[in-house]
């Protein structure tokens, strides 16, 4: 009995691995790729900031129906802030500061849904299953595997700040974000070289793990999951190219041409 009891908990478990999880969750590597890379491209080529707002609203929804609503939360928050910033640094008038804190912070601005694409991507994919994606699209080991690389090596790295946080406040160290802007000299000791040796570190481990799982191996690549597109990753394609027609269509009229939150004086 107890070995049919021990059968059955490892075919379970064995299916709860190889299921992928339902709705936005499970969607396939090269969907998420492909929302990554319209969004940019629509951020990049609007021309007011009601676009903007609208792929930002978007994508937090997106995030959070993928279960990570504390990413979408954390880049809506950065937008607000970055914005109000914009606008009290116009109002001012600082000569040279205000031009370039404008011409930055709205640049910056466009990019900030993109980031929390990115951010949920990298939390969301595993990396054997966006090098097995990238295989069944015929890309060549030069774009695949530095794009694993950078897909584990990212949140590799917020971890090891996380630990240095840790670690400075055992010590009685301020790790704050204002800190650092009030010592900077500080920071640079405390947080910036033991980020960067840690950088070093980090590469090369995660190089040594890549190719001791086989991902120089010239033999076609298999994976625990059923990798494939299914009918969600086309409801999703159709969905972005609709979202995308009434978004350049709002950008193309006056209100792709309204500033929000813009002071004047």
Avoid at 252 to 259: E, F, I, L, M, S
Wanted: charged share 15%; aromatic share 6%.
């Amino acid at each position: 009995m107890e070995a049919v009891s021990a059968d059955a908990d490892a075919a379970r478990a064995r299916e709860a691995i190889e299921r992928f999880p339902p709705g936005v969750v499970g969607l396939d590597a090269r969907t998420k790729l492909l929302l990554i890379v319209v969004a940019s491209t629509v951020c990049l080529a609007c021309r007011g900031e009601v676009t903007v707002l609208a792929v930002l609203a978007a994508v937090v929804a997106l995030v959070a129906a993928g279960g990570h609503a504390s990413i979408g939360l954390r880049c809506a928050l950065a937008y607000v802030v970055l914005n109000l910033v914009i606008a009290l640094t116009a109002a001012f008038h600082v000569p040279g500061l205000s031009a370039l804190l404008l011409v930055l912070g709205f640049t910056l601005l466009k990019f900030v849904p993109v980031v929390a694409l990115a951010w949920w991507f990298a939390s969301s994919v595993r990396t054997g299953e966006l090098v097995t994606a990238l295989g069944r699209m015929r890309l060549p080991k030069t774009v695949t595997i530095p794009v694993a690389v950078m897909v584990r090596y990212l949140p590799t790295l917020g971890q090891e700040y996380a630990c240095i946080r840790d670690t400075m406040r055992m010590r009685g160290i301020e790790a704050s974000f204002p800190a650092s802007l009030l010592h900077p000299l500080r920071a640079t000791e405390f947080v910036l070289v033991p980020i960067l040796m840690r950088c070093l570190k980090v590469a090369d481990e995660l190089a040594a793990s890549a190719v001791s799982r086989g991902i120089e191996s010239r033999a076609s690549r298999t994976s625990v999951r059923d990798v494939r597109l299914r009918v969600r990753d086309g409801v999703a394609a159709a969905v972005l190219a609709a979202f995308v027609v009434g978004v350049l269509a709002v950008d193309a009229g006056p209100a792709g041409q309204v500033v929000v939150w813009r002071i004047s004086l």
